[in-house]
């Protein structure tokens, strides 16, 4: 059953008039009062243990997915922030910021007294290190592949190529100001700098060593690592008294790193963890020994089940460089193969909501089933079938289905593989661990997987541009429509919300008629916590606000 009540609508506040200004307005007075206190706050100590999947990575260089970035958002604080409980985008360690008329130039002014974990002063010159860093081939052989971040600003393209060591758009005017400069208007370039991503790094050699940092980053953040990384064990952080904002309330976090929620769910129930995934089948028994949160996403003792929905989406991808899935008839058919409804109902017992389009609820933006073949029509995807030469699946190969082990996934493409046979189509499995499923992504070593899109920033760009904009390294479907990529740079250059959305959800309509993937779910938390945390909050975009949790 679905719970209307867990919709959470992300409305963005008009913040382009002009030239705006940041930070002496109510907006950052709403945000100071929870942002900066010197270690303020009483603390009482103890330790939070998080369950996460073993990550891809923990530096600000690689954050392409959720665990990761779990740990990277408490470890380093990044220009901005969007607030999901109050849904405002709030000031982080820039104190202030003004944006040119033309919504190309962008300059931050950084909070005084801030440093990094080893004491040294952040600094707008570490903001441009960090940024360029990323882009910077030297790195570690080859740029990060979320370096479309920053992908507009001036000079990208050359450092990408080698050309330069320097991004001609980004400069330190001074100490504390840090000055964008955009190749093209990119309104909503303000959100993006919220992201973990683009945290500043250390420019005085502490990260020099890459494999060295990259295992115990060096952050600005309310939290710091407490020794190294250990592969399939556990990152530990504890809490950073410098910190320029409000200092936890706990001692530190352990990430606890499980292989599978299931394990993790174990732990749980045997009280090694205070986060944890609800194994499948679980779900209401939880709700009933755990209590349900009041609003989905805040933990007390006695409402500790969170079952809010996310700023993100559950989809398959069609390799659209594989000789089959090129054919727009064959994704056609394979998405109106899939019973959604079936997948929410018998895998997560209702909580979830059939997708239909990429673009999840809660995103301006979003329309109900924006998709036309979003949807299941045995009929209609038969048709498609026999459109694209196959007939009742005659002649058809085996498709694999690809996807990492753990968390459901398997058991989805299960039935999957039992729609497809009730189409005709023959499909077997294929799992693998979720870095090296990561890899096999990235390198298009796969015809069918499956992959989550939780937004980095609440924005409908987020959600078109990373994913099918040309070569962009999140679009794993290996999609290229020039229209699209076109309409996308326009979109990014218009400062009035209402007529950018619209021609976003232009791209949308195209995006959907290609059959591009086939959306599946929209995600809805499926966490617990332990009763010996209150105020913990799990934001739709799955990150905790640990800084302000309490160990009774």
């Given at each position: ?53 073993q990550p891809a990575c923990i530096d600000p260089f690689d954050l392409q997915e959720s665990e990761g970035t779990a740990v990277s958002a408490n470890l380093f604080d990044s220009l901005t922030k969007f ?470």
């Amino acid at each position: 059953m679905h719970n209307e009540e867990t919709k959470l609508k992300l409305d963005r506040r008009t913040f382009i008039k002009g030239t705006a200004v940041v930070g002496a307005s109510a907006l950052a007075a709403s945000a100071l009062s929870g942002c900066v206190g010197g270690g303020g706050g009483s603390s009482r100590g103890g330790t939070v243990r998080y369950y996460i999947n073993q990550p891809a990575c923990i530096d600000p260089f690689d954050l392409q997915e959720s665990e990761g970035t779990a740990v990277s958002a408490n470890l380093f604080d990044s220009l901005t922030k969007f607030d999901y409980r109050t849904q405002e985008l709030i000031p982080a360690a820039a104190e202030s910021w003004e944006i040119s008329d033309d919504a190309t130039v962008f300059t931050f002014k950084l909070r005084e007294g801030a440093t990094f974990h080893n004491g040294d002063p952040v600094t707008a010159a570490d903001f441009k290190f960090s940024w360029e860093r990323t882009c910077n081939p030297a790195t570690t052989d080859e740029p990060s592949v979320i370096s479309y971040h920053i992908d507009k600003v001036v000079g990208y393209d050359d450092m990408l190529e080698g050309k330069v060591t320097e991004l001609e758009g980004l400069k330190a005017l001074d100490e504390l100001t840090f000055e964008v400069t955009l190749v093209e208007p990119f309104a909503d370039f303000i959100y993006v700098a919220s992201h973990p991503a683009l945290g500043p790094v250390p420019s005085g050699g502490a990260a020099d060593d890459f494999a060295t940092f990259s295992r115990a980053p060096i952050g600005n953040g309310p939290f710091m690592m407490d020794g190294v990384w250990e592969d399939d064990q556990y990152i530990r952080t504890k809490r950073f008294d410098g910190y320029h904002g409000k200092v936890p309330n706990v001692d530190g976090c352990d990430f606890m790193i499980f292989e599978s929620p299931e394990t993790a769910f174990l732990e749980f129930q045997a009280g090694n963890l205070d986060l944890s995934m609800i194994s499948t089948g679980q779900i209401e028994s939880t709700k009933e020994t755990y209590g349900n949160s009041v609003d989905g996403y805040t933990s007390n003792p006695g409402a500790q089940t969170l079952m809010g929905a996310e700023s993100s989406t559950y989809y398959f991808i069609m390799n659209h460089k594989d000789e089959l899935f090129s054919n727009k008839d064959i994704r056609k058919a394979v998405s109106m193969a899939v019973n959604r409804q079936a997948i929410c109902d018998t895998i997560f017992e209702g909580t979830r909501i059939p997708g239909t389009g990429i673009v999840p609820p809660g995103i301006d933006g979003h329309r109900p089933d924006a998709w036309p073949y979003a949807k299941y029509d045995v009929e209609a995807a038969k048709q498609a079938l026999a459109d694209a030469g196959y007939p009742g699946g005659a002649g058809l190969p085996t498709i694999k289905l690809s996807c990492n082990s753990g968390g459901g996934h398997e058991e989805i493409m299960q039935m999957v593989q039992a729609d497809l046979e009730a189409i005709g189509v023959k499909a077997e499995l294929d799992t693998m661990e979720w870095a090296t499923y990561l890899t096999a992504l990235q390198n298009g070593e796969y015809q069918l997987g499956r992959l989550g899109w939780i937004a980095d920033y609440p924005i409908m760009d987020n959600f078109l541009y990373p994913l099918f904009y040309t070569d962009t390294g999140d679009n794993r479907s290996q999609y290229s429509n020039k229209d699209v990529d076109e309409k996308i740079i326009e979109a990014r250059s218009i400062t009035d919300d209402a007529a950018r959305i619209k021609l976003y959800q232009e791209v949308d309509d195209i995006l959907g008629e290609d059959a591009v993937v086939a959306p599946v779910m929209f995600y809805c938390h499926h966490d617990v916590c332990s009763e010996k945390v209150q105020n913990f909050f799990f934001g739709p975009n799955r990150v905790a606000a640990l800084s302000d949790v309490e160990i009774v």
